[in-house]
């Protein structure tokens, strides 16, 4: 159902960019992208809801942009200015209009010098 692409090894203050590819993208209660670091809980970084409310975690607002490109069944997440506690691995997340969800696979980024 969801299929990701991305992710990779920067040194800090590097970009990335994760895609992930959403079948029947348009059945949704909420897209998002979720991450979690080793030893720590999932988190959600950002997330968009069929009102088109927008959110993003504190930690990575102003660097970390949310993008859907429904024509291509996509969401993006472009991340900037990474840092090292950003290393996880990312997963986006839909819930679905029928109150099930879908995760994708999981993406490892990795922030070192």
């Known amino acids: 159902q969801l299929l990701q692409f991305g992710g990779g090894s920067v040194p800090p203050g590097g970009s990335l960019t994760l895609s992930c590819v959403i079948n029947g993208i348009d059945r949704f209660y909420s897209l998002g992208w979720w991450r979690q670091a080793p030893g720590e809980r999932r988190e959600e970084v950002a997330s968009l809801n069929n009102r088109g409310t927008l959110r993003y975690a504190n930690s990575v607002k102003g660097r970390f942009t949310f993008r859907p490109e429904g024509a291509k069944s996509m969401i993006l997440l472009e991340m900037t200015d990474l840092k090292v506690e950003d290393t996880g691995v990312y997963f986006c997340?839909?819930?679905?209009?029928?109150?099930?969800?879908?995760w994708g696979q999981g993406t490892q980024v990795t922030i070192s010098s």
């Open positions: 997340h839909r819930m679905r209009d029928d109150g099930g969800e879908d």
